[in-house]
């Protein structure tokens, strides 16, 4: 029973592993794109419209930290999506980030790779 208990450990503690180290991926900023300059981003509580916004983020700002998007599939897993499965995997992304001191949920639609604030 102790080297089932063991081994189910192990495993979780891959899988988990695996986890954290596939939220890296992707770029360490995001830039706000396809929302007007005058308008904003809402950033949510969580990866869905039907949580709170807990902050709006500018159109056109170009330096939200990347903390991990959901559902992220690997690149083998992207080949093998047809076109109709990966449109609707970009309709379920959503990202988790950073804008000033609030961390939220945007969709990942509006999101192109961006830059540290220092660099724009």
């Not at 991926?25 to 794109?33: F, R």
């Not at 916004?53 to 559902?71: M, T």
Request: glycine share 6%.
């Amino acid at each position: 029973m102790r080297t089932v208990f063991l081994f189910c450990l192990c495993l979780a503690m891959q899988f988990f592993s695996a986890q954290v180290m596939s939220e890296a991926d992707g770029p360490d900023y995001w830039a706000v794109n396809g929302i007007a300059a005058n308008s904003h981003l809402n950033l949510r509580a969580g990866p869905s419209i039907e949580f709170s916004i807990v902050g709006r983020i500018p159109g056109g700002f170009k330096s939200l930290v990347n903390l991990a998007c959901y559902p992220n599939f690997t690149f083998s897993e992207w080949e093998r999506f047809s076109d109709a499965e990966r449109k609707l995997a970009m309709e379920m992304r959503w990202c988790k980030v950073r804008y000033k001191d609030v961390t939220g949920w945007v969709y990942a639609k509006y999101l192109t790779e961006g830059m540290p604030l220092d660099l724009n």
